[in-house]
């Protein structure tokens, strides 16, 4: 059975709150990964991982766990590059749905983008999620979703 996997401690709550409708009308399993407690809603399928405080240790709990034809939400390239070797796919919150053929250009302008940012050449971060990305993200996690296989 496929499952969506979340890297909750970075997820925005209208990300959350779209799985969580997703998980009420279709049953997928809903595995949110995070080093804190989560409130999560009483939903069957929806749970929650609370690991140890530290640097990427979510990351490697869902690198551990997910098997192929899995989906992971996540922002972070880096771990969306490894769950994507383990045959597994992986969407961002803004609605991108990486793929082995993309996430190593994606790796490479996040090297780049940090390279610029650690220089102080540009600042900040992305900027706030807005309406048409949670419409690309709904978008693409409905899709994935149709493409699953029935229980």
Known sequence: MTSIWVDADACPGVIKE?????AKRTGVPITLVANQALQIPRIQSVRAVKVAPGFDVADAEIVKRVVAGDLVVTADIPLAAEVIAKGAEALNPRGELYSPDTIRGVLAMRD???TMRSSGVI???PPPLSQA???AFAARLDSWLAKRPLQ
């Open 112 to 114: 780049f983008m940090d």
């Open 18 to 22: 779209i799985l969580f409708r997703a």
């Open 133 to 135: 990305n949670r419409n």
């Open 123 to 125: 600042g900040g971060g």
